[in-house]
């Protein structure tokens, strides 16, 4: 997993059209439950998904999927945590982001 943003280092990823929609999806949902975050991304091209961070404490991660479903994993679960209940299909409704 490798973190990219536009203002990184020139060895940082640029991220596909295809993981920019995702992360702009991802910050989106965000923005909605905490308008003024510190957003990061992280690239999974091997789950075809991206993660959005919220980098201060007590944030947390959604991890979008290519078919924009979601999981929300607070601050307090490790991203491999995470990651292991992506892959096995656990999603958060897109809803519960208001």
Same mark, same amino acid.
């Given at each position: 997993?490798?973190?990219?943003?536009?203002?990184?280092?020139?060895?940082?990823?640029? =991220?596909?059209?295809?993981?920019?929609?995702?992360?702009?999806?991802?910050?989106?949902?965000?923005?909605?439950?905490?308008?003024?975050?510190?957003?990061?991304?992280?690239?999974?091209?091997?789950?075809?998904?991206?993660?959005?961070?919220?980098?201060?404490?007590?944030?947390?991660?959604?991890?979008?999927?290519?078919?924009?479903?979601?999981?929300?994993?607070?601050?307090?679960?490790?991203?491999?945590?995470?990651?292991?209940?992506?892959?096995?299909?656990?999603?958060? =409704?897109?809803?519960?982001?208001?």
């Amino acid at each position: 997993m490798r973190e990219a943003s536009a203002g990184k280092a020139a060895d940082a990823v640029t =991220p596909t059209p295809e993981q920019r929609r995702l992360i702009e999806f991802g910050e989106a949902l965000y923005r909605r439950i905490a308008a003024d975050a510190d957003i990061g991304h992280v690239l999974l091209p091997e789950d075809d998904a991206v993660a959005v961070v919220h980098r201060a404490r007590g944030g947390g991660t959604i991890l979008v999927a290519a078919d924009e479903s979601v999981l929300f994993s607070g601050s307090a679960l490790d991203i491999n945590a995470a990651l292991i209940d992506f892959r096995a299909g656990r999603r958060t =409704p897109v809803e519960r982001f208001r």
